[in-house]
């Protein structure tokens, strides 16, 4: 079992840059591919981005390429995510989600979860 701690949510305006962290815990830290999800009012919680444990290749949700990096530090048990270029439509809950499977984009693929940082980007 594992427990995931987010932060660094906030107020920021459009444009402008957030660095969300979560930090990962438990008797077992290893093997776990993390991912970030996010979910914005009335909306299905949705995939942003993931990177498998053994720091390969990560995969973005097409809204955010180019603007988001994930990233993870194994020694410090926490993964990032660098979100610059920040959109009104940007604003939601983001959640760090791990699971020691393969990487995959489903809620459903994903046994533990943080309890949710709040972006809010506005215009």
């Known amino acids: 079992q594992v427990h995931l701690v987010e932060s660094g949510g906030g107020l920021v305006q459009a444009g402008g840059s957030l660095r969300l962290s979560c930090a990962y815990s438990?008797?077992?830290?290893?093997?776990?591919?993390m991912a970030w999800f996010r979910q914005a009012p009335g909306k299905e919680r949705a995939f942003v981005a993931g990177?498998?444990?053994?720091?390969?290749?990560?995969t973005y949700a097409d809204s955010v390429k180019g603007r988001f990096t994930i990233s993870r530090d194994n020694a410090k048990n926490t993964v990032y995510l660098q979100m610059n270029s920040l959109k009104p439509e940007d604003t939601a809950v983001y959640y760090c989600?791990?699971?020691?499977?393969?990487?995959?984009?489903?809620?459903?693929?994903?046994?533990?979860w943080g309890q949710g940082t709040q972006v809010t980007v506005s215009s």
């Open positions: 990177i498998p444990w053994g720091g390969g290749r990560p």
């Open positions: 438990g008797r077992t830290t290893s093997g776990y591919t």
């Open positions: 989600a791990a699971d020691r499977s393969l990487l995959r984009l489903h809620v459903v693929s994903y046994d533990y």
